[in-house]
């Protein structure tokens, strides 16, 4: 199974995430993922300490503190952070380890791996999910508009 096939499968049967490091302010990259994944009809469960709640939902300290199962682990750490994440994703059962655009991490890799979950590394959900299920516009955001015709600007 190719990448492609992979990651649009991991999409469309993992609808609960653990957004790792997401962040209350909206202009960051994490919180304009998870806005868009919760748009899209994926709970989002955000983990930071340093927040009591993001995007309407309790956000907890840690994955270990979740209280309830979780698809997927959504990264938004640096690359060395990861090997402790992934060891938190076996422990509560995550089905998948997903690490945003930027970040590898190949000794996490294989600590999840061996432990039976999947592994997505440098890719973003927002726009993975936006090129399997159509959520991109020309500029990465979906306008919700489909037109053949140009805009006609202010000068008519």
Request: net charge positive; charged share 25%; aromatic share 8%.
């Amino acid at each position: 199974m190719d990448d492609a096939e992979k990651i649009r499968r991991i999409l469309r049967t993992h609808k609960t995430l653990a957004v790792v490091g997401l962040s209350a302010q909206w202009h960051r990259p994490s919180y304009f993922a998870a806005k868009y994944m919760q748009e899209h009809g994926y709970r989002i469960i955000p983990v930071n300490p340093m927040y009591g709640s993001i995007l309407g939902e309790k956000c907890y300290k840690s994955l270990r503190d979740i209280p309830e199962p979780v698809d997927i682990v959504d990264c938004f750490r640096k690359a060395a952070e990861i090997p402790a994440l992934a060891q938190d994703a076996i422990a509560i059962g995550a089905k998948v380890l997903w690490m945003q655009l930027g970040v590898q991490n190949n000794e996490a890799r294989g600590h999840a791996e061996a432990a039976g979950l999947e592994v997505v590394d440098n890719r973003c959900v927002k726009i993975e999910h936006g090129r399997f299920f159509g959520g991109l516009g020309w500029v990465g955001v979906n306008t919700k508009v489909i037109s053949a015709k140009r805009a006609v600007g202010p000068s008519g």
